[in-house]
């Protein structure tokens, strides 16, 4: 059972910084396209960031220019630093892997880090 493991969620106040780790198997690791996604209590889970195996990154709109996702293939990590954060930024956040090596696309999640920003 593939898992991947989150860390640094935290409360903090509004306008302060977090950064979120995920770790991942060696395995699958470095042939994956790895993302961040959140989920607010009684809404939908959303994307919030994405790098590709190959290092290219996007965002939506609300994480441009307070996200950035990063990747050290040494480490098998993903990051995510979180700057000038908002009470409407609260919520759990997740960590996924999808293989793009294979055809079928396996994806893999955390456990989730929770994220608490006050006003």
């Known amino acids: 059972q593939v898992q991947l493991v989150e860390s640094g969620g935290g409360l903090v106040q509004a306008g302060e910084s977090l950064r979120l780790s995920c770790a991942a198997p060696g395995s699958i690791f470095s042939r994956s396209n790895m993302r961040w996604y959140r989920q607010a209590p009684g809404k939908q889970r959303e994307l919030v960031a994405l790098?590709?195996?190959?290092?290219?990154?996007n965002y939506p709109d609300f994480a441009k220019g307070r996200f950035t996702i990063s990747r050290d293939n040494a480490k098998n990590q993903v990051y995510l630093q979180m700057n000038s954060l908002k009470p409407d930024d609260t919520g759990v956040y997740f960590c996924n892997a999808v293989r793009i090596n294979l055809s079928t696309r396996p994806e893999y999640w955390g456990q989730g880090t929770q994220v608490t920003v006050s006003s």
């Open positions: 790098i590709t195996a190959g290092g290219g990154t």
